[in-house]
């Protein structure tokens, strides 16, 4: 035919191509040395696809295409031979070589086309919220000879895309699969004198990767004149399936497909169960699943241990014949059933007794699991131990059984004694002889608290704090009612400012960015003179962002630099830089293609948005707005804030950026309150401006649909995206700074140190994708932008200092002709050092905050330009004090 003939490869390591249609083994061979990586004995395996060279076979189905596949055989018996070593690599050029020479064109046609049908098995799987990617299957073909059956799902193979070898013995297929781990494997059973197909397949059974394998058996067609086999004998060797000898490669393909879809998905997903498991065993919560009548049928490490069954005791048991502890309210068990029979979570407290005998509190949290058809299958409980009394006496009586119980109950009798005579003096002296003992006293209120099935956070705490009283020193007792004390307040999270030293402007500034300030019994109000519901229908239609002015588009070049000039934006654009920053930066963070908006709508949104800022405002104003989205934006593109936040965090950011000021009145909430403004009214005195920015920009959204950006995506991603804006600008209300900051430090910045100090790299690191976390990190980044002036070049810092002190001048002017409570009294056009408040609000709000901040983003160029700025400042104050002493001094 003038192609190559068919190369074969002995055990020493031949090679050959199936290359003729007048037979479907080889006939003729090429010796080559065997190589160090010599085949396994008696095994094929199949090359990839890129050089296979297809070709029509007259042996199968008229005008099939079946594509010539160049395997391996690993030592089956054949024709064996020697020659130089390094020759197999040539020999198999040659071959290709050759046998492209002799297609013909037709024949490439019919490569083109098959493969263009070609799949791959390569799929993505669900369980339950698990995404896994299953790569192609593989499978093993056990045929002592090779015959059209064996040829049939050869092909039915590369149809599908698996991966496939062919073993020849029993030996061969055992060491293969050892090596593979092959999904799927096919045994010849339709003749016993090659091999036996059912020890074969028990011994490939007795392997552990055999678990999850699905191992099919080909069995001969029945005769007319005999009953069809029982499947039964099969199955007790090991198989799963039967397939009733049929070479066609449909009917071979079908029967691999189905096997995929069904029993190897399956196995897959059991073997993705066993991370689950894995996960649960290394938990620290105590957990047990149930069935939905309630057999236990799962327990993990900690539960055995909290318990103190072993799981062998547990499994299989009703929760019905475990002992119950009579701690519980009578009517407590029915109330749970009748809760989590509906589909319904339960939590609260619940008392459980060990095997031991002795009662725990425990907190716990029953989910149901709904199955197939909506009925429950499982019930999931997570148990906590409440660190109440009751429980820390248990545990000090587990340690003492465990051993050194004289050493340890004097010890404990003795801080005991202490702790009352201390406790007893300290009541004698503050309250007098009669007053009972704070220890006397906190058992009455501490049964109650126990008592109740729902804990607050703080409630926790308190618990934990007494019960480690009852066994500490007296000074670490003392120190504790200490803490309780500072619990009992409401400002957890404000520094407490001395009276001795303390700075007039910072006292000012938590007066006036801090406290709502003092209601004004006059009756005077403050009313917006503005219409904050201006319609944007006699504004001109904004210019696309392809035809930005050239003045313009050259300073947006620089957008994405820290040092880019927003007052240079504001003087080109006519103080309107709102809308072309802002179409800039959206576009670059794909935000139309996100909300599915068109970019006329985002401009409409832009500009009606940047109307309802107010220019008048030395400082609030549009500008401001298009700095704090610069900063966002900036934030937005450290590479650790990245990879914190998706893509809908993004948006919402850059959102809430752009609105968290609209419509501020140039006023701060403490003079709307103490004027008793509609706003202070409206919102209860509590976050007024804030509150109202968020509410306004929804309004002005929604009310046209021509500037509606969000009314293409459905109402679960609106939700949330709305939620994560409102939560983004009601964070930049000062009075909560202190408590956004320390949250951030506890839960963001200190775990990332702690990771961090024990791995040389940052693949690592977890914690920050958690929502929560993610909440923290979007509440700091938006708080760090509205606030980021002293971090900018100097020559922006005292443009911005400038714009600020100016508008609380005002404030403080206003304030004196209404007659209203002066909030900033240093903020007095005639006497205010604008060098010292700007020292102050640096030091009390700024140098913490862009600490945490920049350990988290890495931010070294905020943090020199904050130095150096702080430095200046510094440098002025000086100055001007040492001027103000030189004419004494002379």
Known sequence: MGCAPSIHVSQSGVIYCRDSDESNSPRQTTSVSQGPAAPLHGLFVQTDAADVIPRSRASGPPGAARVRRART??????????????????????????????????????????TSVKQVSSAEVRIGPMRLTQDPIQVLLIFAKEDSQSDGFWWACDRAGYRCNIARTPESALECFLDKHHEIIVIDHRQTRNFDAEAVCRSIRATNPSEHTVILAVVSQASGDHEEASVLPLLHAGFNRRFMENSSIIACYNELIQIEHGEVRSQFKLRACNSVFTALDHCHEAIEITSDDHVIQYVNPAFERMMGYHKGELLGKELAELPKS???????????????????????????????????????KITPVIGQGGKIRHFVSLKKLCCTTDNNKQIHKIHRDSGDNSQTESHSFRYKNRRKESIDVKSISSRGSDAPSLQNRRYPSMARIHSMTIEAPITKVINIINA???????????????????????????????????????????????????????????????????????????????????????????????????????????????????????SRFGVCEFLHCSETTLR????????????????HNSTHAADVLHATAFFLGKERVKGSLDQLDEVAALIAATVHDVDHPGRTNSFLCNAGSELAVLYNDTAVLESHHT??????????????????????????????????VLATEMTKHFEHVNKFVNSINKPLAAEMEGSDCECNLTGKNFPENQILIKRMMIKCADVANPCRPLDLCIEWAGRIS?????????????????????????????????????????????????????????????????????????????????????
């Open 695 to 728: 509410a306004l920009a929804f309004q002005l959204t929604v009310k046209d649909s021509k500037c509606n950006i969000f009314k293409n995506i459905d109402r679960n991603h609106y939700r949330t995206l709305r939620q994560a804006i409102i939560d983004m």
């Open 326 to 364: 009579d701690k519980n309210r009578a009517d407590l068990l029915d109330t749970i059933n009748t809760c989590i029979k509906k589909g319904k979570e339960w939590q609260g407290v619940y008392y459980a007794r060990r095997k031991s005998g002795d009662s725990i509190q425990q907190h716990v």
């Open 468 to 586: 480690a009283q009852e066994n500490s020193p007296v000074t670490v007792a003392e120190a504790l009612d200490r803490v309780l004390e500072i619990l009992r307040t409401t400002e957890l999270y404000s520094p407490q400012l001395g009276t001795k030293d303390e700075d007039p402007h910072t006292s000012d500034l938590v007066g006036g960015l801090m406290t709502d300030g003092l209601r004004r019994l006059s009756g005077n109000e403050y009313v917006f003179t503005k219409n904050v519901h201006q319609s944007h229908s006699h504004l001109a239609m904004p210019i696309t962002i392809n035809d930005v002015p050239p003045c313009i588009a050259q300073l947006l070049d620089n957008e994405e630099s820290w040092e880019f000039n927003i007052f240079e934006l504001e003087a080109v654009t006519h103080k309107r830089p709102l809308v072309y920053l802002g179409l800039k930066v959206f």
């Open 73 to 114: 055989e690993l030592g089956s018996g054949g024709s064996s031979g020697s020659s130089s070593a390094g020759s197999a690599a040539p020999a198999t050029t040659t071959c290709r070589g050759r046998r492209r020479h002799c297609c013909s064109s037709a024949e490439a046609e019919t490569q083109t086309s098959y």
């Open 806 to 890: 100016e508008e609380y001048f005002a404030q403080t002017d206003e304030e004196k002709r209404q007659g209203l409570p002066v909030v900033m009294p240093v903020f007095d056009r005639n006497t205010c050092s604008i060098p010292k408040s700007q020292i102050s609000f640096i030091d009390y709000f700024i140098t913490d905050m862009f600490d945490a901040w920049d350990a988290f983003a890495h931010l070294p160029a905020l943090m020199q330009h904050l130095a150096d700025n702080y430095k200046h400042w510094k440098t002025l104050d000086d100055l001007k004090c040492k001027s103000l002493r030189l004419p004494s001094d002379s």
């Open 604 to 619: 409409a949104w832009l500009q009606v948005i940047e109307a309802n800022y107010h220019s008048s405002n030395a400082y």
